[in-house]
């Protein structure tokens, strides 16, 4: 039977690996009694809230940003247009215990929450960043179409 | 099908399935490799090694079936990443289903008897580090279902049936069973898990094992508690032990020590093992460290002395 060349298997390895997907995960998990974690997300530094309105006690109508569960974003459909989302993650730019991703590497992960949120595709309100410890929140502030 | 192919295959099958529907799918692994010198007396070898450690490469995935309920796979495998074993190796390999009422799965898994050891074990994967060397129980089985309840109130059991598909006469669905019962909070874990009928040909064995640990502080202390025998009365094989291990953070250092040791008993000879390791992680990242380690193993069998030792520097990265 025909044997693979082993740079041939490397590089259909590095196919799969270069679709970008942030590891949120540590595969020492998988070894210990919480492995069907494994299969969760579990970036803690990954955030979504839905911005809604909320009328205050003087009726004065003003929005606010509502964390968004999990369920709730896989329950995303057509019908969120108009809603208008924030979603962040968390980049260093340099060498840091808490986050191995950088700023390029995380706004490919930030297209992939918005186009959960918004099928019918988004417009961007919003772009900031905060620093948190020796690294930074990227937010996007959003608007399904 | 080519056993080398099948990772491959597998890849392939990814970059395939990544461009139609295919629900989640993750190449993940990591690479562990550490430069030993090695003293070991028991055969003799004094030398240096590069040993893999466990290296690893892995698919994981799943699929959204419904709501409550997704179809989950995993293929990971062993990587010699020094060369000197077969370029892959099964480790645990498997599909099943996950919904709010639990996990389900079969294939090839370690049990939850080896599972319930947590992070007790700081050595764990390392050559003659890794608590196998003192305590039976540390079972990758085939042929296994298992099932693990949702979080209740922290609590959570997870059991295991092992079919022996006609090996000993066994045909049973339940020929072996492992079963652990775990809780678990942000400062304190502990699990109790149970062996029956469990391990290879000519090895099995029933085993207790109590497992625990507490954060005091920045650092973590854990204890692990074992009581086992061999399955077939007729071998007449006996162990107990214990290992209390720890670990403290001091900035990028987290410094590591533990002490096992067991007493097996085989047809009236003791065997008695003891290890005491000592090591130091350096963290880089959150995926990457560099690492240094010390392990002594004494092996005592009746009144004849060995000494096992070895001294590692490595490096890990997660991916």
Redesign the interface.
């Known amino acids: 039977?025909y044997?693979?060349p082993?740079y041939?298997?490397i590089l259909?390895?590095s196919?799969?690996?270069v679709?970008p997907?942030i590891?949120d995960?540590?595969?020492?998990d998988?070894?210990?009694?919480?492995?069907?974690a494994?299969?969760r997300d579990k970036n803690p530094d990954k955030k979504t809230w839905e911005k809604k309105s909320i009328t205050t006690s003087t009726n004065k109508a003003k929005t606010d940003a509502l964390p968004l569960s999990e369920?709730e974003e896989?329950?995303s459909s057509d019908s969120n247009t108009g809603r208008e989302y924030q979603v962040r993650e968390r980049y260093s730019l340099k060498?840091?215990?808490?986050?191995?991703y950088s700023a390029f590497y995380v706004i490919e992960a930030l297209h992939k929450q918005m186009a959960s949120l918004c099928p019918k595709g988004w417009e961007k309100i919003k772009e900031w960043s905060k620093p948190v410890e020796k690294d930074f929140y990227l937010y996007y502030e959003l608007r399904c179409l | 099908m080519n056993y080398k192919l099948l990772p491959a295959a597998i890849a392939a099958a990814s970059v395939m399935a990544s461009s139609a529907y295919a629900g989640d799918i993750t190449v993940y692994g990591k690479v562990n490799v550490s430069l030993n010198t090695v003293d070991y007396e028991t055969n003799g070898d004094d030398q240096w090694e590069l040993s893999s450690n466990a290296s690893r490469v892995g698919v994981k995935g799943s699929i959204a079936i419904n709501d409550n309920l997704k179809a989950i796979y995993k293929a990971e495998y062993q990587i010699s990443v020094d060369g000197d074993d077969d370029e892959f190796s099964q480790r645990n390999i498997y599909g099943g289903f996950q919904g709010n009422w639990g996990t389900l799965l079969a294939g090839k898994h370690d049990t939850p008897t080896k599972m319930a050891q947590g992070k007790v074990d700081r050595f764990n994967d390392l050559d003659n580090g890794d608590i196998k060397n003192i305590f039976a129980g540390e079972n990758r089985v085939n042929n296994i279902i298992m099932y693990k309840t949702p979080n209740m109130n922290g609590f959570s059991v997870t059991a295991a049936v092992i079919p022996d598909e006609g090996s000993n006469g066994d045909d049973g669905v339940a020929d072996g069973t492992s079963i652990a019962l775990s809780y678990k909070n942000e400062t304190f874990s502990v699990a109790l898990a149970n062996d029956n009928d469990v391990g290879k040909d000519g090895e099995r064995a029933d085993i207790t094992r109590l497992v625990a640990e507490i954060k005091v502080g920045d650092g973590k202390i854990g204890a692990l508690i074992q009581d086992g025998e061999s399955s077939d009365s007729n071998d007449d094989i006996e162990q107990d032990g214990y290992l209390i291990s720890g670990e403290y953070p001091v900035g990028s250092y987290v410094f590591k020590a533990q002490y096992g040791t067991s007493d097996t008993e085989e047809l009236g000879v003791d065997l008695e093992a003891t290890q005491i390791a000592l090591g130091v992680d350096y963290k880089l990242n959150k995926s990457s460290k560099l690492f240094g380690y010390y392990s002594n193993i004494e092996y005592d069998e009746a009144g004849a002395a060995a000494e096992d030792d070895i001294v590692g520097i490595g490096y890990e990265i997660k991916f």
């Open positions: 039977m044997r693979l082993p041939l298997l259909l390895m196919l799969v690996y679709n997907v590891a995960f540590d595969v020492d998988a070894d210990s009694l919480d492995f069907e494994f299969h369920k896989h329950q060498r840091s215990t808490e986050t191995p």
